[in-house]
């Protein structure tokens, strides 16, 4: 066999140095880091997608994905649930004579006195621009109707200090 000018003898494969070897390992553990990293970020955006903004209560989006969750849990183990829905009535108003600024001061305090008053397992979403939604996990017929009156005593109760005003959600006129 003839060999080409500058061309190198063939020689067995030599075993990485030892630096290389840490090198690559080092390079290796930043990677998988990196990577946990990424995965938990996407975690949370995940999750973010589906949380107003404003209210940092889930969005209808979110609303949607854990009313679909929460049907199929009560179809296969025959758990109970109840849904509350909340419309402020008169919010308009505030946002007209008040401001947007306001407005958004309103639904954040009304938001965090559903989330306040709701248990740790139920689901508290804005579903719309005044439309808030409660659901109730493991509850009888009555105890739904008077965490519902419970609720509703609450968002009234939640006045919002704006400058001079206080603004309050009107209760609803018989």
Not at 43 to 54: A, G, K, N, Q
Not at 56 to 79: I, N, P, T, W
Not at 122 to 133: L, Q, S
Request: net charge positive; glycine share 6%.
């Amino acid at each position: 066999m003839q060999r080409m000018p500058g061309a190198e003898k063939p020689t067995a494969t030599k075993p990485l140095a030892r630096a290389t070897a840490v090198r690559l390992a080092a390079e290796v553990e930043r990677l998988v880091a990196d990577l946990d990293a990424s995965s938990a970020r996407i975690s949370d955006l995940e999750t973010m997608i589906h949380v107003d903004p404003l209210t940092e209560v889930l969005d209808r989006r979110g609303f949607e994905r854990e009313l679909k969750r929460s049907l199929a849990y009560v179809k296969r183990y025959g758990a109970t649930a109840a849904l509350v829905y909340l419309d402020l009535d008169e919010f308009k108003p505030i946002n007209d004579r008040h401001g947007h600024g306001a407005g958004d001061a309103v639904l954040k305090a009304i938001a965090a006195a559903l989330s306040r008053n709701a248990r740790a397992s139920d689901v508290v979403a804005r579903i719309g621009g005044d439309e808030f939604v409660v659901l109730l996990w493991n509850v009888t017929e009555a105890a739904a109707e008077a965490k519902a009156a419970a609720l509703e005593a609450a968002v009234h109760a939640t006045p919002v200090r704006r400058g001079a005003s206080t603004l309050v959600a009107a209760r609803r006129r018989a």
